[in-house]
């Protein structure tokens, strides 16, 4: 029987079983990469906020000195310490569907700013936030769990729960098609990344799925659409080639009734 990689049970128990060894296995098969990526994604988030706060009506309150931020897919929480650097006394609600990556984050990484972050053990699909609950939305690295259609659906929610003048930043590993040295990449991915696995990890052959993720998922142009088809501002960036791609963007702030 053919494994559907884009079931939630699938996705969950995957994560389950990586979420011991995820923090320093995916910075070191991403020789520190996402580190770096994951900086950039809020650099863009950041960015966003100034441009949010142009509208038909006028210029937009300025961002709150306390923010609510939304982690779709948070993981073990490795973009919290660039938001919290950026933005010391932002409110965090993590959302993840695997539960002992909660546990692993805030055991490990951030116990003295738990105060700051609540968590939520859902699907990022089926949440049950309200709308307009936030005032940004970060996701570092969960897009290519979700397939087309949950792409769309994904984008939905997003523009649910952002409030008008909000801002979001997403970024996922991507298949680099165009570049030159895309074999190698693949091969890395393909080849070299479920060896290495099954060698120090003990036989799993969980972080070697990134290959099959990624070759499935392309770029962030089903996400783009997705997410300019839900009323959203979207760009799409490039970073390293290709091997990582990012869409930021804002909610529009509708007119007041009666403007032309």
Request: hydrophobic share 45%; net charge positive; charged share 20%.
């Amino acid at each position: 029987m053919t494994t559907n990689i884009y079931d939630p049970d699938y996705v969950a128990a995957l994560f389950d079983r990586c979420s011991p060894r995820y923090r320093w296995w995916s910075a070191i098969s991403s020789f520190g990469f996402v580190w770096l990526w994951r900086r950039q994604c809020v650099d863009r988030l950041l960015g966003q906020q100034g441009v949010s706060r142009i509208n038909p009506a006028g210029i937009a309150p300025k961002q709150m000195s306390a923010p609510v931020v939304i982690d779709l897919m948070a993981g073990t929480g490795e973009v919290w310490p660039h938001v919290l650097n950026a933005l010391p006394r932002a409110r965090i609600t993590a959302i993840d569907i695997s539960h002992r990556m909660h546990k692993e984050a805030v055991a490990k990484l951030h116990r003295q700013r738990a105060d700051q972050i609540t968590h939520i053990a859902a699907n990022a699909l089926e949440h049950d936030l309200d709308a307009n609950v936030c005032d940004l939305l970060v996701a570092t690295f969960g897009l290519k769990t979700f397939n087309d259609e949950q792409q769309t659906q994904l984008a939905r929610q997003i523009a649910r729960v952002l409030r008008p003048g909000g801002a979001f930043s997403l970024i996922e590993a991507s298949d680099p098609k165009g570049w030159i040295f895309r074999p190698l990449f693949r091969f890395y991915l393909d080849r070299m990344l479920p060896l290495v696995e099954k060698v120090f990890l003990r036989g799993a052959q969980d972080f070697s799925m990134i290959g099959a993720y990624t070759r499935a998922f392309g770029d962030c142009s089903h996400m783009e659409s997705a997410l300019r088809s839900a009323g959203l501002n979207v760009t799409q960036k490039r970073h390293f080639f290709g091997c990582a791609t990012s869409l930021a963007g804002t909610k529009p702030i509708a007119p007041p009734p009666g403007s032309p």
